[in-house]
């Protein structure tokens, strides 16, 4: 948890940040909290699935945390729970994971997420396009973002951030790119500059 801390204080124009598994695991509703003291969003990265009672309790105790979005399994009965007790918080439907390539299933789950009441959806830079001719509405959070130079690591369908933006994302997920670079902090800002234009 310190060194996730240590890294926030780096990036000095990240104002929002996802906490995976690993991560809540290590640093709970401390590191959470931690972060909205720093005046931080946070997107709860944890693909959520059980039963349906779980789910809508488990969401209910996830929504008193003040974060922004949270993501569940793109079931249509772990949504509908899901939403019983989300609150302000949004719901994200996992589609399918970027290391995958599954077209069908992916749009079924956007079709789920608009019928049983997700706010948004986690999409490849592929399916993006797809997405908006289904809805307007959904907020899409695209994983697997790289840049030119490393556009080849472990996600099959991955974009460079212009690219992922164009196509319609609202927002952006960058892990990998900016956690292994040398200057962290540089290569955040050379990732927000190349928004304006490609590099």
């Not at 944890?46 to 922004?68: F, G, Q």
């Not at 490393?150 to 790119?177: E, F, W």
């Not at 956690?179 to 928004?195: F, V, Y």
Request: net charge neutral.
């Amino acid at each position: 948890m310190d060194e996730a801390k240590t890294i926030v204080k780096e990036l000095e124009d990240i104002s929002f940040y996802k906490v995976g598994l690993v991560l809540y695991l290590i640093g709970g509703k401390e590191f959470i909290e931690w972060l909205i003291s720093q005046d931080k969003k946070v997107f709860l990265d944890l693909k959520l699935y059980d039963i349906p009672a779980t789910i809508e309790k488990a969401v209910k105790e996830i929504s008193k945390l003040d974060i922004e979005f949270l993501t569940i399994y793109g079931d249509k009965e772990i949504i509908k729970a899901a939403v019983k007790s989300k609150g302000d918080l949004k719901l994200l439907s996992l589609t399918v994971l970027t290391s995958r390539q599954e077209n069908d299933l992916v749009k079924q789950r956007v079709k789920d997420a608009i019928n049983y009441g997700s706010d948004g959806v986690i999409s490849s830079p592929n399916e993006i396009e797809t997405i908006r001719e289904l809805s307007n509405d959904l907020i899409i959070v695209t994983p697997g973002i790289r840049r030119h130079k490393d556009l080849q690591n472990d996600h099959k369908r991955s974009a460079t951030p212009s690219q992922a933006i164009k196509k319609g994302a609202d927002y952006i997920v960058i892990g990998r790119p900016i956690l292994e670079a040398k200057d962290r902090n540089k290569e955040a800002k050379e990732i927000i500059t190349s928004l304006k234009g490609e590099t």
